[in-house]
């Protein structure tokens, strides 16, 4: 089954690059995606907006709801929603009018940062040397440990995109600041 987390039609925002779908379920899954999202944001919202104090249930119940529609799997969602403090702290940065409010707009900038935060946890367990690189050996050695987990799929899938297309110098390995820029800077 296709999920989000094989979805590749992303523009890095650093490095300028589109990552074009090439197949056309996983073009039709990520669109799927996008008018789910505007259509469950604009269900919840009042006057196009949802209060600051609200969006966190509606991100929530927005990653939940995802499931029932089969666009992400259930270990998707509960990876994403083990780490409320930083969903919190995301909350809190991307209130980017400050009006208390977060429009369509905010809420996907949202999405992608917490994303990215969600990403940068995650690719700090693959650092295994802990000298801010990962290199494909070290993914190798953290994927393998992950034989039979339900995600081990989605993860190599990852890693696979991210080493073909976020090295941005060429070194063969990714920095930390390489994979969290590319997450933090994909638009939707």
Request: include cysteine; glycine fraction near 6%; charge should be negative.
């Amino acid at each position: 089954m296709k999920t989000l987390s094989n979805m590749t039609d992303i523009k890095c925002g650093v490095t300028g690059k589109q990552y074009v779908v090439n197949d056309s379920e996983t073009k039709d899954l990520l669109d799927q995606w996008q008018t789910f999202t505007a259509e469950y944001f604009n269900s919840r919202a009042t006057d196009g907006k949802v209060a600051k104090a609200d969006v966190i249930e509606v991100y929530e119940s927005l990653l939940k709801a995802s499931v029932e529609k089969g666009l992400m799997k259930q270990e998707e969602v509960d990876d994403f929603l083990k780490n409320e403090s930083v969903l919190a702290e995301t909350v809190d940065e991307y209130d980017l009018n400050s009006d208390g409010f977060f429009d369509l707009e905010e809420f996907k900038s949202l999405s992608v940062k917490y994303e990215s935060k969600f990403a940068e946890s995650t690719i700090k367990e693959f650092d295994l040397d802990g000298d801010g690189f990962i290199t494909r050996e070290e993914a190798d050695t953290v994927l393998g440990r992950m034989a039979g987990h339900p995600n081990e799929a989605n993860m190599t899938v990852m890693f696979k995109f991210i080493f073909d297309n976020f090295d941005t110098d060429g070194d063969g390995k990714l920095s930390l600041p390489e994979v969290y820029n590319a997450y933090k800077n994909m638009k939707w």
